[in-house]
């Protein structure tokens, strides 16, 4: 069992930043893809990135690339969603989420472990 703990959310202008954490209770996140899903208010849930188990290469959706960066820390078990440059239609709630393989990587099924969000609102 993981327990995913997501923090750093808030209200930030467009055009600002936000680093979002995600905490893992697991002894070792190593083994673990780690990816980072968004939902804005009336729409599905949406794959923005993911980084491999070594932390050596990373996969975001086309709306994030060059502003998003992910990143991990396995010896302190922390996942990190930098974001740049954002814009209103960043605004939702993020989720952090982890799995083993690679295989389908946009895909919400195959994740094992869902953390509970946190709220990015991004003001004109």
């Known amino acids: 069992q993981v327990q995913l703990v997501e923090s750093g959310g808030g209200l930030v202008q467009a055009g600002g930043s936000l680093r979002l954490s995600c905490t893992a209770s697991?002894?070792?996140?190593?083994?673990?893809?780690v990816a980072w899903f968004r939902q804005a208010p009336g729409k599905e849930r949406e794959f923005v990135g993911a980084?491999?188990?070594?932390?050596?290469?990373?996969v975001y959706t086309d709306s994030v690339k060059g502003r998003f960066t992910i990143s991990r820390d396995n010896t302190n078990n922390m996942g990190y969603l930098q974001m740049s440059a954002l814009k209103p239609e960043d605004t939702a709630i993020y989720f952090c989420?982890?799995?083993?393989?690679?295989?389908?990587?946009?895909?919400?099924?195959?994740?094992?472990?869902w953390g509970q969000g946190t709220q990015v609102t991004v003001s004109s």
């Open positions: 697991a002894s070792s996140l190593s083994g673990y893809i």
């Open positions: 980084i491999n188990q070594r932390g050596t290469y990373t």
């Open positions: 989420a982890v799995r083993v393989a690679f295989l389908n990587i946009r895909e919400e099924v195959g994740y094992h472990y």
